[in-house]
């Protein structure tokens, strides 16, 4: 699979790079927390990295002053497995250089995204990136090694499910608030009654 970077033309219509952040602090506040075993880890929101500087910014410049929240995912993924979106931009800041696996949610048909639309872009540690709300998008994938990567997302994002009755094929596809997710039928999300919805190869960069 090709990997491009996200200083690539092709990545427009999926993120932007961003400028004008301070990340120093936050990037030493994600190397003083440990790497998980294997697999990959994800918190919404995480205190030591909340109550770095750079919050502020995300925040009111990032969000127009919305309340956000900044967490981490870390690990050692190397394949798709799911892809997911929500109403809004994520932003993303990695330690380490890693890889994001995007599609577009507009080519979800019936339900169903084919996996040979995902295109792979490379971001370089220490770079914040703005991955678009019509960009679906999972777990990073590492470059070498593991991966440490920021996520900040609307405070509550990712949380529990809020209850409610589906009344449309889409509400049945949230897993968590503000999550909506497609599984591959080989991902342990499927196996756990997450919606089947990408078809085609389960793309693994290794």
């Given amino acids: 699979m090709e990997i491009l970077s996200v200083y690539d ?3 427009r219509e999926y993120g932007k790079v961003l400028e004008g952040y301070d ?3 936050l990037l030493a506040a ?4 440990p790497m998980p ?14 109550a770095c500087k750079v919050f502020a910014d995300f ?7 919305m309340p956000i929240e900044i967490g981490m995912c870390w690990g050692y993924n190397t394949k798709l ?8 931009s994520e932003i993303n800041l990695g330690l380490t250089d890693f890889v994001l696996l995007l599609a577009k949610q507009g080519d979800i048909v019936d339900g169903v995204l084919n996996t040979a639309t995902v295109k792979a872009f490379k971001a370089p540690a220490g770079v914040p990136v703005e991955v678009f709300a019509t960009s679906l998008h999972y777990a990073p994938c590492r470059v070498e090694g593991g991966f440490k990567v920021v996520v900040v997302l609307p405070r509550g994002t990712n949380t529990e499910k809020p209850a409610y009755v589906p009344a ?4 049945k596809w949230m897993t968590a608030r503000n ?7 080989e991902a342990d999300e499927a196996k756990s009654g997450a919606h089947i919805g990408l078809k085609g190869v389960n793309i693994d960069i290794a």
Wanted: charged share 35%; net charge negative; with cysteine.
């Fill in 9 to 11: 033309e092709a990545f």
């Fill in 23 to 25: 990340c120093a602090e």
């Fill in 30 to 33: 994600m190397d003083k927390i």
């Fill in 37 to 50: 075993a294997a697999g990959v880890s994800y918190e919404p929101g995480i205190d030591s990295l909340e």
């Fill in 59 to 65: 925040r009111d410049k990032g969000y127009g002053g």
């Fill in 81 to 88: 497995n799911c892809l997911e979106y929500h109403r809004d």
């Fill in 168 to 171: 449309c094929e889409e509400d």
């Fill in 179 to 185: 999550k909506w997710l497609l599984a591959h039928e």
